[in-house]
């Protein structure tokens, strides 16, 4: 670790306040990447991006993995569907990653952008949505659906991913009926388990600055306990706004990367 902050010089207060950062946006409605990434390549612009992007998923596992903890220990987790959801996510992140080569990233992106507008849209016009639980089943008449949201996100995650966690919630809200606080718990246990297939496929291929990941991830741990608090606290309206604001800012990164590609 010493090593580590010796060889980034002042450029680690940078990596390490980026990470606390984006652990308490992660731990609200996700979107954490959109602090983390940036912040890697300004400090390695150099460097191979599959090694910045595994560092990353290093950083933010552990600090997704401890949200859902967290939140989980204070909100019945619906473990019906919940549970067998992290092995369609597993799944689906793994699959994912083997077609990251055959797919066009700017047609992906110009998609990508779309569905949040539309997301965007539909969450603001409807203004009691998410603010309700409209199940207290946790093993939906229709249990493939969440599955399916699972694994289809979970693949998407794996060729992609900006934007994971806020589809994941949306549509758990959207198809399965939870509100923003339940859909968000689930969301984070899925949503770590589509990191640990990047990191296997990541570490396999060597592309991950282990020393680095885990001292942001240190950062990303303390930064999600907070947000996971913050929620918590403040509830689904607050988790609700959060989410129209992250969405927005992902909308703003790819239409801009869009347009600079």
Not at 33 to 50: C, K, Y
Not at 191 to 212: C, P, Q, S
Request: hydrophobic share 55%.
């Amino acid at each position: 670790m010493e090593h580590v902050i010796g060889e980034l010089g002042g450029a680690w207060w940078l990596l390490a306040a980026a990470a606390l950062l984006a652990g308490m946006v992660d731990a609200v409605v996700g979107g954490g990447g959109l602090i983390q990434i940036p912040a890697l390549f300004s400090v390695f612009p150099t460097e191979q991006p599959a090694r910045l992007f595994g560092t990353n998923k290093v950083a933010s596992i552990v600090g997704t993995s401890s949200a859902a903890w967290h939140y989980a220990r204070r909100i019945t987790m619906p473990w019906g569907f919940a549970g067998p959801g992290v092995v369609f996510a597993l799944a689906g992140s793994a699959l994912g990653a083997t077609f990251v080569s055959a797919l066009d990233p700017t047609l992906v992106r110009s998609g990508v952008i779309a569905l949040l507008l539309a997301v965007a849209g539909y969450t603001y016009c409807k203004k009691d949505f998410g603010l309700v639980s409209d199940t207290g089943n946790d093993r939906p008449s229709r249990p493939w659906v969440p599955w399916a949201i699972a694994g289809g996100v979970g693949c998407y995650d794996g060729f992609f991913g900006p934007g994971t966690g806020s589809f994941f919630i949306f549509l758990l809200i959207r198809c399965v009926g939870l509100d923003f606080l339940r859909a968000s718990t689930v969301a984070k246990l899925w949503n770590a388990a589509t990191n640990l297939a990047a990191i296997g496929v990541f570490a396999g291929a060597g592309a991950v600055k282990w020393e680095l990941g885990v001292l942001m991830a240190l950062c990303n741990l303390v930064g999600a306990q907070l947000g996971a608090r913050l929620a918590l606290r403040r509830g689904a309206k607050f988790v609700r706004h959060v989410f129209l604001a992250v969405v927005l800012v992902l909308v703003l990164k790819l239409t801009v990367d869009l347009v600079v590609a």
